[in-house]
């Protein structure tokens, strides 16, 4: 398997445009995560999906980040519009419940604000 | 609700030296633990966990980890360390299903 796959890896915008980011979970998982990564606030949980069913989005900071999630194979995290306080790491996991909890993690999209 | 500290925010220790990373948990029953490695530029990639049984765990890259629940501790160990050790370390535990709280990390720093 490919693992986690995320694209873009870097993204540079101007504040006030969209941001997409996107993320094919691992083949078979039920589970998937998407993360930000900040010197400031270390990693934090934005929102968590089982079976394509978004469960808790407590940690969503604000009404302009969405995630949907509309097949088993493909999620997206959006901003809009994106501010220069969105800059991060942003990532994505996938579990599944048969492997004991661990999260595969995909290796981030670095966004830039500008 | 469940949470994590790594009392330690950046540890620098020598090529070939011991190493011992610290993580302290708040939860009331047995929790599942996990250790992750971040290299630079990198997603995490797991490093070992516990869930029950032997509270001495073994994982990969030589490390290992053991769960002392009068404590409430799950230290990451590692006999000595190489240069290629050089990363981010997070402690993690589970909370509800699925869902894992992260420590802060600690970022671990090699001298040659």
């Known amino acids: 398997d490919a693992g986690v796959i995320q694209s873009p890896r870097h993204e540079v915008t101007e504040m006030g445009q969209e941001v997409t980011l996107r993320c094919k979970p691992i083949s078979g998982h039920d589970y998937l995560f998407w993360y930000r990564q900040t010197m400031m606030r270390g990693l934090e949980l934005l929102i968590y999906?089982?079976?394509?069913?978004?469960?808790?989005d407590s940690g969503m900071p604000e009404d302009r980040f969405s995630a949907k999630m509309p097949n088993a194979s493909f999620s997206t995290l959006k901003i809009q519009p994106s501010e220069p306080r969105d800059s991060a790491v942003y990532f994505c996991a996938s579990s599944h419940p048969g492997q004991g909890n661990e999260q595969f993690f995909g290796p981030g999209t670095r966004l830039t604000v500008l | 609700a469940q949470s994590v500290t790594q009392p330690d925010i950046h540890i620098t220790v020598s090529e070939g030296a011991s190493l011992e990373l610290r993580c302290n948990y708040s939860?009331?029953?047995?929790?599942?633990l996990f250790w992750y490695v971040q290299s630079p530029g990198q997603g995490l990639q797991l490093l070992l966990k516990?869930?029950?049984?032997?509270?001495l765990v073994q994982g990969i890259k030589g490390f290992e980890a053991e769960f002392k629940r009068s404590q409430s501790s799950f230290n990451l160990r590692k006999p000595s360390v190489h240069w290629s050790d050089a990363a981010e370390y997070f402690c993690a535990v589970v909370q509800g299903a699925q869902k894992l709280v992260f420590g802060q990390g600690t970022r671990l720093t090699i001298n040659p």
């Open positions: 939860y009331g029953a047995t929790p599942y």
């Open positions: 999906f089982n079976n394509n069913v978004p469960i808790d």
């Open positions: 516990y869930f029950s049984g032997d509270t």
